[in-house]
């Protein structure tokens, strides 16, 4: 991957809509001068994609930038994500963009679309970087900061259980007063910010199950176990009594994704395979969702005879918005882009992982508006998703008003 600014995909977009006059005169000027640059870096890098713990080249760009600016990043023990301070002092705030793309086939047709075959920036990871990015520039380019902004650039997002794990375990919010991020939301109209207090994700889990069975002929199922009734009967009874098992306002929910077994369509086969992802939105009932689903996998296929092997990963916890992190988000966003920008959002049924930095110091996520607000609303994680680059300036202003009004 060249370096951002090298002419590789430079901006060719109408002109972007920065809000001009809407904070301090430096980050007009930053926005003023280099707004394009976001563009054009938020497609070097969407061309680009990697997947998790692979970033390298997305790293070793956003270092490039930042120490050409005068600042000094640490890329992580793990040679991709890092972190950099902006400012001095000894109070000191995060901001927290994820870096990581999809394994997806991209199909937008864009000019600028994946040039890796299978992988794709299908959940805007691009865009959460160059903000992020631009925030740490155009704070560089302040006269004086209140006290130190710490920029988290992290890999591994979309991996259970999350690259969170490392940066905290790195120490990368020791002395974090408060976190915040931005997240593309395609529901959302430019120049809108959802915020919520309290949950605004769900805990995401991986559930696979492989059952066993002596296997057979399907002209004699009496002699042998039936694998694939059983596999019918735990596709369809499991996610029906778990909903007969906790609260129905909590939001639980599993869903399989992916079941194998067999090939020839006369014998009973001795292996099959579930996977599924289980989704709840309280935090204290996903706690004990392991426990319980060995309990109803047990008793679902103790009639049938088949075994199984039960694998449960537990993913991330729910993102837990504190008051007042949110309350200062959302005056970062009032101040960024005027009051009617801030919006509210609902809880989401997705994971997370900047759910475990909240398990660390108080902080707050917002979504981002990335819809046009005319055409197709693509949703993430899709082959087709893409978003309006409009929002990358805005998105600068949020990520710089929010961290001044959280250092008061």
């Given at each position: 991957?060249?370096l951002p600014?090298s002419g590789?995909?430079?901006y060719?977009?109408?002109?972007?809509d920065?809000a001009?006059?809407?904070?301090?005169?430096?980050?007009d000027w930053?926005?003023?001068s280099?707004g394009g640059?976001l563009t054009?870096?938020?497609?070097?890098?969407?061309?680009n994609p990697?997947?998790?713990?692979?970033?390298?080249?997305?790293?070793?760009?956003?270092?490039?930038c930042l120490?050409?600016?005068g600042?000094?990043?640490?890329v992580?023990?793990g040679?991709?994500?890092?972190i950099?301070?902006v400012?001095?002092?000894?109070?000191c705030?995060?901001l927290r963009a994820?870096?990581?793309?999809l394994?997806?086939s991209?199909?937008?047709g864009?000019?600028f679309?994946?040039t890796?075959?299978?992988?794709?920036h299908?959940?805007?990871?691009?865009a959460?970087?160059v903000?992020l990015?631009?925030a740490?520039?155009?704070?560089?380019?302040?006269?004086a900061?209140p006290?130190?902004i710490r920029?988290?650039?992290?890999?591994?997002?979309?991996?259970m259980?999350?690259?969170?794990?490392s940066?905290?375990a790195a120490?990368a919010v020791s002395?974090?007063e408060r976190?915040?991020?931005?997240?593309c939301?395609?529901r959302l109209?430019?120049?809108?910010?959802?915020?919520?207090?309290?949950p605004?994700?769900?805990?995401s889990?991986?559930v696979?199950l492989r059952l066993?069975?002596?296997?057979?002929h399907?002209?004699?199922?009496?002699?042998?176990?039936?694998?694939v009734?059983?596999l019918?009967?735990?596709?369809?009874?499991?996610?029906a009594?778990?909903?007969?098992?906790v609260?129905?306002?909590?939001?639980?929910?599993?869903?399989?994704?992916?079941?194998q077994?067999g090939?020839a369509?006369?014998?009973?086969p001795q292996?099959?395979?579930l996977?599924?992802?289980?989704?709840?939105?309280?935090?204290r009932i996903?706690?004990?969702l392991?426990?319980?689903?060995?309990?109803?996998?047990?008793?679902?296929l103790?009639?049938?005879g088949?075994?199984?092997?039960?694998?449960h990963v537990?993913?991330?916890?729910?993102?837990v918005?504190?008051a007042?992190?949110t309350e200062l988000l959302r005056?970062?966003?009032?101040?960024?882009?005027?009051?009617?920008?801030?919006a509210?959002t609902e809880?989401s049924?997705g994971?997370e992982d900047?759910?475990?930095?909240?398990?660390?110091?108080p902080?707050?996520?917002g979504r981002l508006?990335?819809w046009?607000?005319?055409?197709?609303q693509?949703?993430?994680?899709q082959?087709?998703?893409?978003l309006d680059e409009?929002a990358?300036?805005?998105?600068v202003?949020?990520?710089?008003?929010?961290?001044?009004?959280?250092?008061?």
């Open positions: 991957m060249t600014g590789l995909l430079p060719v977009g109408a002109p972007l920065i001009a006059g809407r904070g301090p005169t430096w980050l930053w926005l003023s280099h640059k054009a870096w938020r497609r070097q890098i969407h061309a990697e997947l998790a713990y692979q970033e390298h080249a997305t790293t070793a760009v956003i270092t490039g120490r050409s600016a600042l000094a990043p640490t992580l023990p040679g991709t994500g890092l950099c301070d400012g001095t002092g000894t109070r705030v995060a994820d870096i990581d793309a394994p997806i991209e199909a937008t864009l000019p679309a994946s890796v075959d299978g992988r794709m299908a959940c805007g990871h691009d959460h970087t903000i990015l631009g740490a520039l155009a704070l560089a380019s302040a006269p900061l006290g130190r920029m988290v650039f992290q890999p591994a997002e979309e991996v259980p999350g690259g969170a794990l940066v905290l120490g002395g974090v976190i915040f991020a931005l997240h939301d395609p109209g430019v120049g809108q910010v959802g915020t919520r207090v309290g605004i994700t769900s805990a889990d991986l696979e066993s069975s002596p296997g057979g399907t002209a004699r199922p009496h002699l042998t176990a039936d694998l009734h059983a019918g009967t735990v596709i369809t009874g499991l996610p009594l778990l909903s007969r098992r609260d129905p306002r909590s939001g639980t929910l599993l869903v399989w994704g992916a079941v077994a090939d369509a006369n014998i009973i292996e099959g395979l996977r599924g992802i289980l989704r709840t939105a309280d935090r996903w706690a004990d392991e426990p319980l689903i060995r309990e109803l996998v047990t008793a679902l103790a009639p049938s088949v075994g199984f092997d039960l694998s537990r993913g991330v916890p729910p993102v918005n504190e007042v992190s005056d970062g966003v009032s101040a960024a882009l005027g009051g009617d920008a801030v509210a809880q049924s994971g900047f759910a475990w930095y909240l398990e660390h110091v902080g707050s996520m508006g990335v046009a607000g005319e055409g197709a693509r949703d993430l994680h082959s087709t998703f893409d409009r990358l300036p805005l998105g202003r949020v990520m710089v008003h929010t961290a001044l009004a959280a250092l008061g």
